[in-house]
């Protein structure tokens, strides 16, 4: 038995060593892209730059294009970075709010999906069983409405979309209801973000008059300030929160149901 001993705990250990590696390569890659300015790529005033060439090139090689920008798209949600409304609505520019929509929809689950399945593997297991009763106890009542709960979420953009990865990964989410709840509850924001995006033309001339003006003006800060988030109208926004309230409803309901029949 003691002979067997070293040799039972080598492959746990190595099999921890290789949960980890993801983690590790994703920590040193949003490192690499943070300590090179490379998230600073991803602005409008950068895509009011190469706005005529990235035109030119989806006319010429619209597939390829396509493909490239899901690419982009599933590299910047898996490294959590806060680009999503932007690449959505950059989505909806070039290629037609219809096909830039779902494009950055599946893109999204996809980047989602990855850090899931990396922060589950690497680190969820392990650091939900360190966690006080309390916590454990929070991680089974959602695992029980796991997918309503997602959903919502999903449903209501104001909480961030890294957050909620993490917390699906750490209360021990299943993966079907996790790509399924993300799917779904991404469609209206994505389609609401491609929409408004497809309508760019009118907000690049605006943006590009005033920093003409302001350069007749003899200033040397103008560069072009804008927020994605702002092309979502007041009313686009209460009809997403409605959404994800309407989606907690069966939940509000079950433990109505039950507090009542305990009660009886």
């Not at 090689?61 to 490294?79: E, F, H, K, S």
């Not at 106890?137 to 959602?142: E, I, K, Q, R, V």
């Amino acid at each position: 038995m003691a002979e067997t001993h070293p040799k039972q705990q080598g492959p746990t250990k190595a099999a921890s060593f290789w949960r980890l590696v993801p983690l590790a390569l994703v920590l040193a890659a949003i490192g690499a892209v943070f300590a090179t300015g490379v998230h600073r790529s991803l602005s409008f005033e950068t895509f009011v730059h190469y706005q005529a060439w990235l035109q030119d090139l989806v006319a010429a090689q619209g597939p390829a294009m396509l493909g490239l920008y899901g690419l982009i798209y599933v590299a910047a949600v898996t490294l959590s970075l806060p680009a999503s409304a932007f690449l959505t609505a950059i989505g909806g520019y070039l290629f037609g709010w219809p096909l830039g929509g779902i494009t950055a929809n599946l893109a999204a689950t996809l980047g989602a999906t990855n850090i899931f399945l990396i922060a589950r593997s690497s680190l969820g297991r392990s650091l939900l069983d360190r966690a006080g009763s309390r916590i454990q106890s929070l991680a089974a009542g959602f695992r029980k409405q796991s997918f309503l709960y997602l959903l919502s979420l999903r449903l209501i953009p104001v909480v961030p979309f890294w957050l909620t990865n993490l917390a699906a990964a750490f209360f021990g989410m299943r993966l079907r209801p996790f790509v399924l709840a993300t799917q779904l509850g991404m469609l209206p924001a994505s389609f609401a973000f491609a929409l408004a995006g497809s309508g760019l033309d009118e907000v690049i001339a605006t943006h590009e008059r005033q920093r003409s003006e302001c350069l007749t003006l003899g200033r040397s800060d103008c560069a072009i300030d804008f927020n994605a988030k702002s092309l979502l109208t007041p009313e686009l926004m209460a009809a997403l929160a409605l959404l994800g309230i309407l989606a907690l409803i069966p939940i509000a309901l079950k433990q109505w149901r039950r507090r009542a029949t305990g009660e009886g």
